[in-house]
């Protein structure tokens, strides 16, 4: 399967525990961007990797949050001190390059990492 | 800034009749727009798109969607329902504020009766 993967695909945690998901995009994306869904909504853009790069953070990403893209390839996002407020769908999604010369490349999403704090 | 709203939360139909699954979109000029599918326990997967060329556009799995610009809407249609079909939809138009970061709607639950 040579889709966008995530690890793990669930995870209970009691609040004030910290979390770390992990994404592996399609192999040779440059463009990684995590989203959030929470019950009965659409997905939220988080944050945005290009290559190692984190060129954009969403409002939605408080202090307790962190991201991160080491080698240009997997990307890890970490929760400090969680609260019943962060459990969701935390999805992630991976792209060659974006909109370019009118050509639109699709995102490609993984399963998602669905987080339950209690 | 660009916006989505999918008029309905859910919609149920039978198997073999027409579907119909509406969006309007709010933008400052002419968007790109997407219809995405996400089936429990699956990941999102891209319908259709929408990027300024041909107003009506052919996705997978049967779906159309036409963009009306003086009517500011993308409804996305089937002539024909199938079970499979069952499954959350949402309405996507990528945001100007660079990266082209998604700005999805809040979904329709589609639900197909035998």
């Known amino acids: 399967d040579t889709g966008v993967s995530q690890d793990p695909r669930h995870k209970i945690t009691k609040r004030g525990q910290n979390v770390t998901f992990r994404c592996d995009p399609i192999s040779e994306h440059n463009r990684l961007y995590w989203y959030r869904q929470t019950l009965g909504q659409g997905p939220e853009f988080l944050t945005y990797?290009?290559?190692?790069?984190?060129?954009?953070k969403s409002r939605l990403l408080s202090d307790r949050f962190s991201a991160e893209r080491p080698k240009g390839s997997f990307s890890t996002l970490e929760i400090q001190r969680t609260e019943q407020g962060d459990s969701a769908m935390y999805l992630c999604?991976?792209?060659?390059?974006?909109?370019?010369?009118?050509?639109?490349?699709?995102?490609?999403f993984g399963p998602g990492t669905r987080l339950t704090v209690t | 800034a660009q916006s989505v709203t999918q008029l309905d939360s859910h919609v149920s139909v039978s198997e073999g009749t027409p579907v119909l699954l509406r969006c309007n979109y709010s933008s400052s000029y002419s968007p790109s727009l997407f219809w995405y599918v996400q089936h429990p326990n699956k990941g999102l997967q891209l319908l259709l798109k929408?990027?300024?060329?041909?107003?009506l556009v052919k996705g997978i799995n049967g779906f159309e969607a036409e963009f009306k610009k003086s009517e500011t809407s993308f409804h996305l249609t089937k002539p024909s329902a199938h079970m499979s079909d069952a499954a959350e939809y949402f309405c996507v138009v990528i945001s100007s504020g660079g990266y082209n970061k998604l700005i999805f709607g809040a979904g329709t639950r589609l639900a197909v009766h035998p």
């Open positions: 999604a991976s792209t060659p390059q974006g909109l370019a010369g009118g050509k639109f490349y699709e995102q490609y």
């Open positions: 929408y990027t300024s060329a041909a107003t």
């Open positions: 990797f290009q290559n190692e790069a984190q060129l954009e």
